[in-house]
Nanobody, 125 residues
Framework: QVQLVESGGGLVQAGGSLRLSCVAS????????MGWFRQAPGREREFIAA????????AQADSVKGRFTISRDNAKNTVYLQMNSLKPEDTALYYC??????????????????WGQGTQVTVSS
């Protein structure tokens, strides 16, 4: 079992930056691949980025590639999402998640067994 708590969201102007953090408790975050997703009102949950247990492999959605970077510090049980060049369309509730053991692609939300409560990111134009 693992508990996830996100932080770092807020209101920012277009072109600005935010860094989201996700702290894991219970089993260490190093035991899981980790992902970030987001969900805007009226839209489905969307994959943003994922990182392997060691941090050696990462992936980002095309919509954020070159702007968002995922990283982790296993000693601190923390996963980060650095978001630069933010756009109004990035406005959403952002969730971190810990991936389960099933061989489901990590871009799919059902690959993840544990979810945080989310942190709101609002980008003004």
């Amino acid at each position: 079992q693992v508990q996830l708590v996100e932080s770092g969201g807020g209101l920012v102007q277009a072109g600005g930056s935010l860094r989201l953090s996700c702290v894991a408790s219970g089993r260490t975050s190093g035991s899981y691949d980790m992902g970030w997703f987001r969900q805007a009102p009226g839209r489905e949950r969307e994959f943003i980025a994922a990182i392997s247990r060691s941090g050696g492999i990462t992936a980002q959605a095309d919509s954020v590639k070159g702007r968002f970077t995922i990283s982790r510090d296993n000693a601190k049980n923390t996963v980060y999402l650095q978001m630069n060049s933010l756009k109004p369309e990035d406005t959403a509730l952002y969730y971190c998640a810990a991936r389960g053991p099933l061989p489901i692609p990590w871009t799919r939300s059902r690959a993840y067994d544990y979810w945080g409560q989310g942190t709101q990111v609002t980008v003004s134009s």
